[in-house]
């Protein structure tokens, strides 16, 4: 063979071969694949480097139910793969067949399976399914209440998300060609059996009660929630092979900085920026700015019931744009523009601390990750049995608008989820709304805590001279009795207006009892009509440490469009009172003629009411 040929072959080699490593290389359609191929996957099972393993192909399943769903069903061997079966994390790795790209290792049998069995989505479905654009639609939108619970969350995930579904729900819905049984089932049979390879959830920093709350719902949806390790102090030192390639671990994430949340898996193909990636949804959100990063993997843990790649996210690379049936895609470059939130911690018992984060700018995991990190970062450094206080202060600001201002204090038993759920329900609250797409710009947070409740009750209200003055400015007087047993009188002067006369009420009260008569009294809970006038609702919002004062007359008023307005005259009122079918217009039946608020250092509750009258004289 002469010199010149052997340098040829040489060069074709290190071409096709770097072909492969890059994605750029031919691809293999379902129509051309037979049982009985033999393919190649890469995947990593330590560290960084991407190893080979076999693919011995049994046959295609299609769903009949929805059009072109396929799934290439193969086993693996090779590697740990004989000890563990499919592991958790290695969705997405690459097949290939004669140098073709055939798709992604997606499904798996589930748990205790004594084969690894796995099922491959095609590369077509998986290209076809990223557009790269648009927004996600309202009905994607996913409800969670706070204060949080396991259950709830659960609960939420499965009513709006639901992906973690087997390929075929019936034996007769799927049509198999290829053996006529593999593991003593038949091919359609095993449809049903085949779910979406769980995800790997690197979770560093987390408390273990947090850890549980979260992770424990991540899991009923098909992720494995595992310590994160030493992710944010590896992410420099992890020696990766070059730029990413297919087979490489790569990662989501949702949080970033003093805590690390994300998820794992393996790269498929590569585009020029491109990226394509798990071979399943991870939510099945659809657009979506979540962080792309670098992976590694420690090593992989055995388990008879799931076997799991120990991993943690790295470096930030580019941005994951879609989510969908068949992929998670997205683009190599910057990252996208995560939601800073500081969080600053102060206590009489120790230094002040402050802690940074980089939220996700997503319409469910904004709220979720802002609530599990407040949470968290209170729980890990105040105690999580006993009564506590959290005084809570600061400011969510948003592009365009005024700033959300949080000024409030819980105290008790629960205190710290409390003051979580305070901050997050606004947030919640804007990222959902139907008028336009709210962008935080961040988030900024103080906590000042204590390790005693600061609670009162509103014990007795009275003024000393209960016929006053119509112009007058007299002294309204409060009895609280704290927690301790110490009675505590506060005077707040009212000014009874000039033109008052005859019966007045003076109504005082606690901030949640407040709020609930003025939404009985309005019956418009959700009449606003814009992202500034929901604003301006919130920013009115009643604090736990504050008792409200109403003057009280007997004038009628409206509520129209979303605005209260009291005393409004008669032939005001019968105008307004002939647009009440359009929706806008809900009558009130006393007029607020003067309004006052008295801050205290407890959480108080309670609420009195005095009837006074009034003297021109």
């Not at 095609?122 to 790269?132: G, K, R, V």
């Not at 990662?251 to 399943?280: N, S």
């Not at 707040?492 to 009294?521: F, K, M, W, Y």
């Amino acid at each position: 063979m002469s010199i010149r040929r052997t340098i040829f072959i040489l060069l074709a080699t290190v071409t096709g071969l770097s072909a492969l490593l890059s994605g750029a290389g031919a691809q293999m359609g379902v129509d051309e694949i037979r049982p009985g191929m033999v393919g190649i996957g890469r995947t990593v099972f330590d560290g960084t480097r991407v190893e080979e393993f076999k693919v011995n192909i049994v046959g295609v399943l299609e769903n009949i139910i929805g059009p072109h769903r396929n799934l290439i069903l193969a086993k693996l061997e090779g590697g740990p793969l004989a000890h563990t079966g499919v592991i958790a994390g290695m969705s997405g790795s690459p097949v290939y067949i004669d140098g073709k790209l055939i798709g992604a290792v997606s499904y798996a049998l589930g748990s205790f399976s004594k084969e690894p069995i796995a099922g491959i989505t095609p590369i077509a479905e998986m290209t076809d399914a990223a557009s790269f654009g648009g927004t996600r639609p309202s009905a994607a939108r996913v409800q969670v209440d706070f204060p949080l619970t396991r259950d709830s969350l659960t609960a939420a995930f499965r009513k709006a998300l639901n992906w973690n579904r087997p390929f075929a729900e019936r034996p007769t819905d799927a049509r198999f060609t290829g053996a006529t049984a593999v593991a003593g089932l038949g091919g359609a049979q095993l449809g049903t059996l085949l779910r979406p390879i769980a995800t790997p959830l690197a979770m560093s920093g987390f408390e273990p009660d947090v850890a549980d709350l979260i992770g424990g719902a991540f899991q009923d949806q098909g992720f494995i929630p595992t310590g994160g390790g030493a992710a944010g102090a590896r992410a420099g030192e992890m020696p990766y092979e070059g730029p990413l390639k297919p087979g490489d671990a790569i990662g989501v994430a949702f949080v970033t900085g003093d805590l690390q949340l994300g998820g794992t898996g393996t790269v498929t193909h590569i585009d020029g920026d491109r990226v394509y990636a798990f071979g399943h949804p991870m939510y099945n959100l659809g657009p979506t700015e979540f962080p792309m990063t670098r992976a590694y993997v420690y090593t992989v843990l055995p388990s008879l019931f799931s076997s799991m790649k120990l991993s943690s996210t790295g470096d930030v690379i580019g941005t994951f744009l879609q989510d969908r049936a068949t992929t998670i895609a997205g683009r190599l470059g910057p990252g996208p523009q995560l939601i800073p939130l500081t969080l600053t911690l102060e206590s009489d018992r120790t230094t002040k601390r402050t802690f940074n984060f980089g939220l996700v700018n997503d319409q469910l995991f904004t709220p979720l990750m802002t609530y599990a990190t407040i949470l968290n970062t209170a729980s890990s450094y105040e105690r999580q049995f006993g009564t506590a206080t959290f005084q809570v202060r600061g400011t969510a600001k948003i592009k365009k608008h005024d700033a959300i201002a949080f000024n409030n204090l819980f105290s008790g038993e629960q205190a710290s989820m409390g003051a979580a759920a305070y901050i997050v329900a606004p947030i919640t609250y804007l990222v959902g709304n139907d008028f336009e797409k709210v962008q935080l710009e961040s988030i900024d947070i103080t906590l000042s805590t204590a390790e005693e409740p600061k609670t009162a009750t509103l014990e007795r209200v009275w003024l000393d001279d209960p016929r006053p003055r119509a112009g007058r400015t007299v002294p309204l007087k409060m009895l609280l009795r704290t927690y301790r047993g110490d009675d505590i009188v506060r005077t707040l002067p009212i000014e009874i207006p000039s033109n008052a006369s005859g019966s007045l009420s003076v109504l005082v009260t606690d901030g949640a009892r407040l709020s609930q008569a003025e939404q009985r009294e309005t019956r418009t809970p959700n009449q606003q009509r814009s992202v500034d006038q929901m604003i301006r609702l919130l920013n009115k919002g009643r604090r736990n440490n504050t008792l409200y004062v109403k003057l009280l007359g007997s004038d009628a008023g409206a509520v129209v469009n979303g605005e209260l307005l009291s005393s409004l005259p008669p032939s005001v009122l019968g105008v307004l009172e002939s647009d009440r079918n359009g929706g806008t217009f809900n009558p009130l039946h006393s007029a607020t003629i003067g309004e006052w608020e008295l801050p205290t250092e407890h959480l108080v509750s309670g609420s009195r009411t005095v009837t006074i009258t009034v003297s021109q004289n």
